[in-house]
């Protein structure tokens, strides 16, 4: 089920796209940039099922092609996920690889518009989950945004975010993880991998993606990062707009997976 993303269901069941080919060259994409990325999603899954249990109601927030969807369900088949995104060509691969699983629904909804929240189906959750997608939100709206969330968790439920979370106060520390970092991922573009901008290129050459894709950039234009505050920081926002514990669940030298329990 789709609401509100203009996508029509039948049309991309039959296009003959393979949507699974393109969410995993998505994920392919994302790993040059983190190769521990599945080690993200092992924790975050590891702490829904010891805080929720393993049928829970997520919601998928700023849900891209779906990928925290996915792992959910093939770890927890009898969970369900509500994704909500505003990006029409990742929301078109995500309607296209979960096409008739009745678990699953999606939502077209802006994150800074302060009613996104009345567009989803429910009014609670038992986790809402994210990765590596907030980052482009500035403290402010950020804050703001945890807010909202807050009053869709579920007592006893979570939050859960996993994302570049920068702590300014060791720079010699960040500045040697960023050049062994981005060396490595040198060697690996020069053995063919796609990164950010080439994906983007390949999907504006498709047939099928190549409009969407264009809507993207008119809403977004080139990418563009917020603020990237610390695990500290998040963690005492997240304590501040109403949850009752914070704290780090997971870290590398550069990100961090913080986990709040309302």
Not at 40 to 65: I, Q
Not at 170 to 175: D, Q, V, Y
Not at 191 to 201: C, F, M, P, S, T
């Amino acid at each position: 089920m789709t609401v509100g993303t203009g996508i029509d269901n039948d049309e991309i069941q039959g296009n003959g796209t393979d949507w699974h080919a393109w969410q995993e060259s998505w994920d392919r994409q994302q790993e040059w940039y983190m190769p521990d990325r599945e080690e993200r999603f092992r924790v975050m899954l590891d702490m829904v099922e010891a805080l929720v249990g393993p049928e829970p109601r997520v919601l998928d927030l700023a849900c891209g092609t779906g990928t925290i969807t996915a792992r959910l369900l093939d770890r927890f088949p009898k969970a369900t996920s509500t994704g909500v995104d505003l990006d029409p060509a990742l929301l078109t691969i995500a309607e296209g690889t979960f096409g008739g699983d009745e678990r699953v629904s999606f939502v077209t909804a802006d994150l800074k518009d302060p009613h996104w929240a009345t567009r989803l189906p429910h009014d609670s959750y038992d986790a809402v989950l994210t990765a590596t997608a907030l980052h482009w939100l500035h403290s402010e709206p950020l804050a703001v945004l945890y807010g909202q969330v807050a009053g869709l968790v579920r007592d006893g439920g979570v939050f859960m975010n996993v994302d570049h979370m920068i702590d300014e106060s060791t720079p010699r520390i960040n500045e040697a993880e960023r050049a062994q970092r981005h060396a490595r991922m040198d060697q690996a573009r020069a053995n063919g991998v796609l990164d950010w901008a080439a994906w983007w290129e390949l999907a504006a050459q498709d047939p099928v993606l190549a409009a969407p894709t264009a809507r993207r950039f008119e809403i977004y234009g080139e990418h563009a990062d917020g603020d990237m505050p610390s695990a500290d920081w998040h963690t005492r926002v997240l304590r501040e707009k109403g949850f009752g514990e914070a704290r780090a669940v997971w870290r590398s030298p550069s990100d961090a997976l913080v986990l709040a329990v309302k």
